[in-house]
């Protein structure tokens, strides 16, 4: 539009021009105007050629930098994947880490509290990993801690979640899963688990034991997290290859302790 305006107006005092330059010299001989005429020409002619080519470059330049502010739209998203790929994913095992997980709760809470959505949250451990770290050093604790990760994610589904707390300790968030629901999960993997065989005479049995609580539409996520924790102290308290669920008690039930039981 701007440039159509410029255009315009070009042409509008070509013509007025012109037409001056005529009747001033309305008494010229013939040969004079038709100089006059082609140099008038000339006049219009050029300077729309000049414009024409500074809007030419102007297009160009704008389409290069449009071209660099892509680029550097694309870069920015990749480096923000790249930043949230490592602020939210655990490097040993490829699971999430804590930060994931605490947000990963709060949208299941979300969930829950807009409907009959249940989830429940399960915190496991090697129980021998200990061990494994004294006698044969961190290198191979390390190994049975990918092994243990990779079992877990395939026995999960997709809309399930795993993420590394700390040393062996995993966080398994199991959407749309009551806690008997949850309890079948966690001894298909504990089964999955004591299949592991970390030496070649087959002396050390890997299991795991694991602690249970599902959401009950008040406890905060890093309540939850300290809830299956305190079931999985209860569960490693009973030996090795034990789960345990936590006993929930409504927060008006001040009278009654909350503990974790089998």
């Known amino acids: 539009m701007q440039r159509s305006r410029i255009y315009t107006l070009l042409g509008l005092n070509t013509v007025v021009l012109y037409g001056l330059v005529l009747f001033l010299m309305k008494d010229a001989e013939t040969q004079q105007l038709t100089v006059i005429g082609i140099a008038m020409i000339v006049m219009a002619i050029l300077p729309a050629l000049i414009i024409r080519n500074i809007f030419e470059q102007q297009d160009r330049q704008l389409r290069e930098k449009t071209t ?137 049995k890997i299991t795991a034991s694991g602690g249970l609580t599902c959401y009950h539409g008040t406890e905060t996520a890093e309540e939850l997290i300290e809830h299956a924790e305190q079931a999985l102290q209860f569960a490693v308290e009973q030996g090795h290859d034990h789960v345990a669920g936590y006993l929930y008690t409504p927060p008006d039930q001040t009278e009654t302790e909350e503990t974790p039981a089998t």
Do not use: P, W
Request: proline share 0%; net charge negative.
């Open 68 to 204: 660099q502010l892509r680029d550097l739209n694309a870069e920015m998203d990749r480096l923000k994947a790249h930043v949230s790929q490592v602020t939210t994913i655990d490097e040993l095992t490829g699971c999430y880490n804590e930060r994931h997980l605490i947000e990963a709760l709060q949208q299941q809470r979300g969930m829950a509290e807009r409907g009959s959505y249940v989830f429940t949250l399960a915190v496991t451990q090697i129980d021998q990993f200990g061990g494994i770290v004294e006698k044969d050093g961190i290198a191979r604790g390390h190994e049975v801690l990918q092994l243990f990760a990779r079992i877990v994610k395939a026995a999960l589904r997709e809309v399930d979640v795993i993420a590394r707390l700390e040393a062996d300790r995993f966080a398994l968030i199991l959407s749309g899963c009551s806690e008997e629901d949850a309890l079948n999960i966690i001894n298909r993997i504990s089964q999955l688990i004591s299949q592991i065989q970390i030496s070649e005479d087959d002396t050390i």
